[in-house]
């Protein structure tokens, strides 16, 4: 059943308890971190401020077995010069650059931005923080107030990875594809629709989205680089030429030449650690292939009506059904012989929580071991689970290019693996004509419309209460 996000059922709460339970302990624990790293006193006025990700930092931390305090602080300072703030967002000096101004702007996005308006209905200003911000975090980390309870999470976009878009599954999604998600909310999932925006609030959203997704992956790679490159006991060398840094604010705007100069080196590898990521933003355009309607497979919803030869469908679908449980696409190992959802496969997670766990041996079911990653903001594993297609809720929707779409190039980001194509006729390996039949297969499983599949629509008009009071800005729930 779905549920509407803001009244989370009787059923999820019990669940949750001693979820909820153990996340007030982290919390505690957290906000030690938290304050400690930032070193404000708890009285302190705080502002709004983006969430460090203190996961990925500890992540380093237990693989590579250096400290990462220091790469956390500049890779904060930097982002803060660049990127600015929740209230008063900027973009990188890079952004001047007419291809990435073409990609997001600060005026496109400002009816997204900042405090959450003080009317229920959806203004020019604050969106983010007034209908996504409970699931989705104000940082876009994914981990939102009523985050705990829903399977699966809110996604965290600071990984920059999409799974619902037309362009291939190692790409970016076209903004298109992210605005299409928020139009029709993705099924049987906790997201919700948002029909009742206009276009230039979802286009504030949709640049939102793509602005805490760069900035996100940014800081994961500024790290990453840290670790891999930087030695930390360098990092307060007294020679500025000697001294390791990712970022050394101090130095910005010095007129000593060793100081300037290692700042210019300092801006130049992060500027480049940017480059690659906006780059592929702008590349997703050409990692969409067009699909082509195919000339002998009958496909309702893409051939005309009057063309669909019913006896050709019936055998499309055979074959379809064949291919599901045979051996070359075997669909059936994850999503059982009926597509229920229930093949024999082990249960498997999803690259948000490999990330911090199998990726760096981490056993996703030790609580011990897992635990200092709770506590710095990471979700309790929870496996993905393989879709029940007899439901029906195709996530990506039911229109035939977009299923061909997800079996051919799989979902980004979990199990679900691209069609294994012949890579020429007469090889091992599937057609795109069988893709079709699979198409066809898996959109004649459903068999009554159920209740729940259609996602739910958002009403403005019932706001959440959390998000008129933002939180405070390093509390990590
Ligand atoms: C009630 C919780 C909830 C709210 C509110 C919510 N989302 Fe989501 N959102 C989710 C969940 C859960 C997923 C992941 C679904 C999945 O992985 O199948 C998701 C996924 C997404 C995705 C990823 C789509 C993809 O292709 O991977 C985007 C983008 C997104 N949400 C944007 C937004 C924006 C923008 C808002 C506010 C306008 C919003 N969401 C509000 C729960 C929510
Ligand atoms: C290794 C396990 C695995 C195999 C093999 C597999 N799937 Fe999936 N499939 C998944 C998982 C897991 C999901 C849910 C992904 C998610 O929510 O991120 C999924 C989702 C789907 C969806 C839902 C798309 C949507 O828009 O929501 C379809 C359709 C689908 N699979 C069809 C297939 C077909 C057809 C095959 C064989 C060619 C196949 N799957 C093989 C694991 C698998």
């Known amino acids: 059943m779905f549920q509407s996000f803001h009244q989370p059922s009787a059923a999820h709460n019990q669940r949750n308890a001693t979820h909820k339970a153990l996340s007030g302990k982290i919390a505690l624990l957290v906000s030690a971190i938290a304050l400690s790293s930032l070193g404000c006193t708890p009285q302190a006025p705080q502002q709004l401020a983006f969430e460090p990700n203190y996961l990925f930092a500890h992540r380093l931390t237990v693989e590579q077995d250096v400290p990462t305090d220091q790469f956390l602080s500049d890779s904060k300072d930097l982002l803060i010069d660049w990127f ?278 981490v056993k996703p079911d030790d609580m011990n071991a897992i635990l200092p990653f709770l506590a710095r903001g990471g979700m309790k594993p929870q496996p993905i689970l393989p879709r029940n297609l007899v439901e029906g809720n195709f996530r990506g929707g039911r229109d035939p290019i977009a299923v061909y779409r997800r079996i051919l190039y799989g979902i980004a980001g979990g199990p679900m693996p691209a069609a294994a194509l012949a890579s020429k006729p007469g090889e091992p390996g599937l057609t795109t004509d069988d893709i079709w039949h699979l198409v066809n297969f898996v959109t004649s499983l459903k068999t009554t419309p159920p209740a729940s599949s259609e996602p739910a629509t958002a009403e403005p008009s019932t706001k959440e209460p959390s998000t008129k009071e933002p939180a405070a800005s390093v509390t990590i729930r």
């Open 84 to 361: 600015g703030t929740p209230d008063n967002p900027k973009l990188p000096p890079a952004f001047a650059d007419s291809d990435y101004a073409e990609l997001i702007s600060l005026d496109t996005m400002r009816p997204a931005v900042g405090p959450a308006p003080e009317s229920i209905e959806p203004g020019d200003h604050g969106l983010y923080r007034q209908l996504c911000t409970s699931c989705h975090g104000e940082t876009g980390q994914g981990r939102g107030t009523v985050a705990a309870s829903q399977n699966p999470y809110p996604r965290d976009f600071r990984k920059g990875v999409f799974k619902y878009k037309s362009a291939l599954r190692n790409s970016k999604p076209l903004k298109s594809d992210i605005a299409h998600v928020l139009r029709h909310g993705l099924a049987g999932s906790q997201m919700p629709l948002f029909n009742k925006l206009s276009d230039k609030q979802i286009d504030a959203l949709v640049d939102y989205v793509v602005y805490l997704s760069i900035r996100g992956e940014f800081e994961r790679q500024l790290l990453a680089m840290g670790t891999a490159d930087l030695d930390p006991e360098e990092s307060f060398n007294s020679d500025p030429t000697k001294r390791e840094r990712i970022y050394d604010v101090s130095y910005r705007g010095s007129t000593v030449e060793a100081q300037a100069e290692a700042f210019k080196d300092q801006t130049s590898t992060a500027e480049d650690l940017l480059t690659e990521i906006v780059d592929k933003w702008i590349e997703a355009e050409d990692e969409v292939e067009e699909v082509e309607a195919p000339e002998d497979v009958p496909v309702p919803g893409l051939t005309p009506e009057a063309d669909i030869d019913a006896d050709a469908l019936s055998a499309s679908i055979a074959k379809g059904r064949e291919l599901f449980v045979g051996s070359v696409a075997a669909c059936s190992k994850c999503h059982g012989d009926s597509g229920k959802g229930d093949g024999k496969q082990l249960p498997d997670y999803d690259e948000w929580t490999k990330d911090w766990t199998v990726q760096i041996n």
